[in-house]
């Protein structure tokens, strides 16, 4: 399973590839989970299932900002 700090890298490099493209819904969501991640407390047993919810939102919007790339490009 990903550590806490891997979880903090992808999130900030989907946050900086979101800011690239325009993506600022994605982008905001990337930011959140980055934000959480760091936000880490060990004694937290709520910080997984917050950080699996943030990611199950962020490839919602990795999915539409798909679409949207999709039917610009056609």
């Not at 905001?28 to 943030?54: F, H, T, V, W």
């Amino acid at each position: 399973s990903l550590e806490i700090a891997e979880v903090e890298r992808y999130a900030h490099r989907l946050k900086g590839s979101a800011s690239l493209i325009g993506a600022e819904a994605f982008r905001d969501q990337a930011a959140q989970l980055e934000n959480r991640a760091k936000q880490n407390d060990p004694d937290d047993p709520a910080i997984l299932s917050q950080m699996r919810e943030m990611s199950e939102r962020l490839i919602l919007l990795f999915e539409k900002t798909q679409a949207e790339i999709d039917r610009w490009l056609s």
